[in-house]
């Protein structure tokens, strides 16, 4: 009997563990077994490698052939361990060299022609390999820049099954020709000086950008509402590295190409008619990333909120305390980042006219009472600020003759901000006002001036106990802000507006 084996990668969310593939050739009839506890596109490898063996020119043993994937006991899904089961098919069969693959770890999904397709979670799987103590990786040629981007690795490359075997031969493999690509004019920024007037929505989201903070927008229809909600992540300062290498390999996980490293906060705006997995993740056998997490990092707007569906809305609860969610299924448990910053918007009644002056709402008071109770309790005290959006009149006129602040200067307010903070929580595991725990606002950090206005609205019900630590959030947000080493009466008094969503009253900048 001949063995031969070689690595891949099983992804359990965001975590990737080494999968031993073993092939070994003779003891009975000529069949094809595979063993492991593989999934359905797992399974169905066995036809698709035969095909792409015989169309390569090459030739599948004509005997038993049983092919292992260790841990047996670990539930394995996907189409990416084609090449690593092709390859060790064919060492086996002395194709290859054997010791060509021992300390490789192939990635790729086999075509019936022998063509090497790209595959989902590159970017994950080979993190996992390099933590694995794995220095030399085989991925599709579409996938390279992908695989470059993990620091340690030798990537190869291949686009078929002949280039496969000619790079285990160590024969050289070119990449194909790079296309030029039609000139592609570069996209349209959306700046915040677009939004006509809301001079108190515009420093709500400032606001929220500086301290990372969850922001509430309610106002009649054709306000600005998406329009601000679209205008925050350009407000955000670019990642980190250790931050961009995360997000990415959340998008390579979830099957979107990724050539480069994602260096700005995403941003996810799920329909209002998608389903509990499209958003939290979910899946029949493996769970995937939902819309939280791909907004990890970034900016998740959920417009007409009170549309969606009430599991929906509640199962943002969780992850938005946490950053994580945990997806349990039979066999195994998911694990994925959703540190996402929420963006809620809601009209004031199914017709949209309640807060309009001058227009005619059609709704009935339970008809408003129920709309809105769609959105719970628990998810608006988890929300940072609330401000509501008035109708606009003549400020519109005025606003297009006088634009206000573009997204530039708002947006260097907001990085000097983040840095007062960065430096301020050094060495916590903090970076924002939003991620501060309670005890570290209310024993490590200064209290602010006035803060018996916080008992006062506590005693008479204006905000719960979670409210107060919110509101000194934002107050240290407010001080980041002004550039002041604490915040002030006037910064507490105007973070506790912000959070029961009522008028400034002159306290704009």
């Known amino acids: 009997m001949s063995l031969a084996q070689t690595w891949s990668v099983a992804l359990l969310g965001m975590d990737g563990q080494m999968v031993e593939v073993e092939a070994a050739i003779g003891g009975g009839l000529p069949r094809t077994v595979l063993v492991g506890l593989a999934d359905t596109a797992l399974y169905e490898a066995r036809d698709r490698c035969r095909a792409a063996v015989s169309t390569s020119g090459f030739s599948w043993p004509s005997q038993l052939v049983t092919i292992n994937l260790t841990p047996a006991n670990l539930p394995k899904a996907g189409s990416h361990y084609d090449l690593s089961i092709v390859a060790a098919v064919l060492a086996a069969a002395e194709v290859v060299p054997r010791e060509a693959l021992r300390d ?108 990372r903070h969850h922001l509430f927008l309610q106002g009649p229809p054709g306000v600005g509402k998406t329009m601000l909600a679209e205008r925050l992540p350009g407000l955000l300062p670019e990642l980190t590295l ?52 791909l907004a990890h990092r970034g900016v998740l707007f959920i417009d007409e909120a009170p549309e969606f569906p009430s599991k929906v809305l509640e199962g943002l609860r969780t992850p938005l305390e946490s950053g ?20 809620l918007a809601a009209n004031p009644c199914p017709c949209g006219q309640a807060a309009t002056p001058g227009a005619e709402c059609t709704c009935t008071p339970m008809a408003v009472r129920r709309y809105a109770e769609r959105i719970s309790g628990p998810i608006l005290d988890r929300v940072d600020i609330s401000t509501t959006l008035a109708p606009l009149r003549r400020a519109y006129l005025r606003g297009a003759i006088e634009p206000g602040e573009p997204t530039a200067v708002v947006g260097a307010r907001v990085l000097e901000a983040r840095e007062r903070q960065r430096h301020r929580l050094a060495g916590t595991g903090w970076s924002t006002n939003a991620e501060v725990v309670g005890h570290h606002l209310r024993r490590v950090l200064p209290l602010p001036e006035g803060v018996e206005a916080l008992d006062q609205a506590l005693q008479r019900g204006r905000i719960s106990a979670r409210g107060v630590d919110k509101v000194l959030r934002i107050s240290w947000t407010l001080a ?25 009253e002159g306290r704009l900048p």
Do not use: N
């Open 242 to 293: 250790s931050e961009a290498l995360e997000v990415s390999a959340i998008h390579s996980l979830a099957g979107h190409g990724v050539d480069g490293l994602i260096t700005r906060p995403p941003f996810a705006d799920p329909h209002h008619s998608a389903s509990l997995p499209s958003v939290v993740g979910g899946g029949a056998r493996m769970a995937r990333p939902g819309a939280i997490s």
């Open 324 to 343: 994580r969610v945990t997806l349990g299924r039979a066999e195994v448990q998911a694990s994925y980042p959703a540190r996402f910053q929420l963006v």
């Open 480 to 504: 980041d802000l002004a550039q002041a080493s604490r915040p002030s009466r006037s910064h507490l008094l105007a973070a506790l507006a912000m959070r029961r969503g009522e008028q400034l």
């Open 104 to 211: 490789r770890v192939l990635l790729g999904e086999l075509g019936l022609d022998g063509r090497v397709r790209r595959v989902r979670g590159v970017l994950p799987a080979l993190l996992a390999a390099r933590d694995a103590g794995f220095e030399r990786v085989v991925v599709p040629h579409h996938q390279r820049a992908e695989a470059g981007l993990v620091d340690g690795l030798t990537v190869d490359s291949v686009g078929s099954l002949v280039e496969l075997v000619d790079c285990l031969h160590g024969r050289p493999v070119l990449p194909p020709p790079q296309a030029v690509p039609d000139p592609v004019e570069p996209p349209t920024t959306k700046d915040v000086c677009e939004v006509v007037g809301q001079p108190e929505a515009k420093w709500a989201l400032e606001v929220a950008a500086a301290g």
